[in-house]
């Protein structure tokens, strides 16, 4: 479906598992899309998109970037450490006098990052994104469920109301490029809660084969978090994610249609989609 009234749009995080979908989504309506990456040769957009090279951490490479831009995608963390952003006031400062008139703000904490700070005292028309897990992370079983057909996972109560990234690109679309959407922070979960045992069962059924569920104890999944090289700060998330998750985490909204009038994708349809990274 295209748009009447077609605007710039620009994306940060533009190959990103949220950004790619939003410049593919945003070209299919219609509209012109500015990709923000630190590397325009390797960036492997889709046709029609204006890559150019910058880094939202960076102040000093992003004046070109919003020029003739009406509306723009931020995250709010850094693309290489995931740390908060602590620029934001000179990235709104720098929005604002280019024209831009609306931003929608990728959270990756559930506490306001100072780039959200910035952008709801800048005058600007904004959204935040606030996602529960990527279905993405599934993919960090791939290689065990082709090579092995098993999943090794531990907590095996532990509910997640994971989305899939197209949705979160999707409600970002909606925001960006339709009014009805300033001042709001959108919660953004899938159509289902699910536990490890039974993302692996859908998983085994989308493939068509088996895929067993080995449960770890929490001793075996540290040492493996470890193993991978994870910081101390990083395990001890981890453990809070699944032993004390946040309600949000495990708690299924109908945020996605209604802002997009469709409804949230499932598990099953994203592991179609993936089905290649799992050994199909």
């Known amino acids: 479906m295209t748009t009447e009234n ?63 831009v009406g509306a723009a995608h931020l995250i709010g963390f850094s693309g290489e450490d995931f740390a908060p952003l602590t620029n934001g006031a000179e990235i709104v400062d720098l929005a604002r006098k280019a024209g831009v008139r609306k931003v929608t ?22 959204t935040h994104l606030a996602p529960v897990e990527f279905m993405s992370n599934a993919l960090e079983w791939a290689e065990s469920v082709r090579d092995e057909g098993v999943v090794r996972e531990a907590f095996a109560g532990a509910r997640s109301a ?17 009014d009805g959407h300033a001042g709001q922070e959108y919660w953004l979960t899938g159509p289902q ?14 493939l068509g ?16 978090w470890r193993r991978t090289g994870y910081s101390d700060e990083d395990v001890e998330f981890f453990l809070a994610m699944r032993t004390d998750p946040p309600e949000a985490g495990y708690t299924v909204l109908p945020t996605v249609e209604k802002v997009t009038g469709r409804p949230a994708r499932t598990f099953a349809e994203w592991v179609r989609e993936n089905a290649a990274a799992f050994g199909a």
Request: glycine share 10%; aromatic share 2%; net charge negative.
């Open 209 to 224: 084969r088996e895929v067993r569920y080995i449960e770890l104890t929490r001793d075996e999944i540290v040492a493996e």
């Open 193 to 206: 809660a699910l536990t490890p045992p039974e993302k692996v069962r859908v998983i085994g059924d989308v």
């Open 6 to 68: 077609p605007m710039t749009v620009l994306v940060t995080g533009a190959t990103g598992t949220v950004g790619r979908p939003l410049v593919e989504q945003l070209l299919a309506a219609g509209h012109r899309v500015r990709a923000l990456t630190r590397n325009p040769a390797r960036a492997n957009l889709p046709a029609g998109a204006e890559a150019v090279a910058g880094n939202l951490a960076d102040t000093a490479t992003l004046p070109g970037a919003f020029s003739g």
């Open 105 to 126: 703000v990728l959270k990756g904490d559930v506490t306001k990052s100072p780039l959200e700070e910035a952008v709801e005292a800048g005058g600007l028309e904004w």
């Open 162 to 178: 994971m989305i899939h990234e197209a949705d979160i690109a999707a409600v970002a679309a909606t925001a960006l490029t339709a």
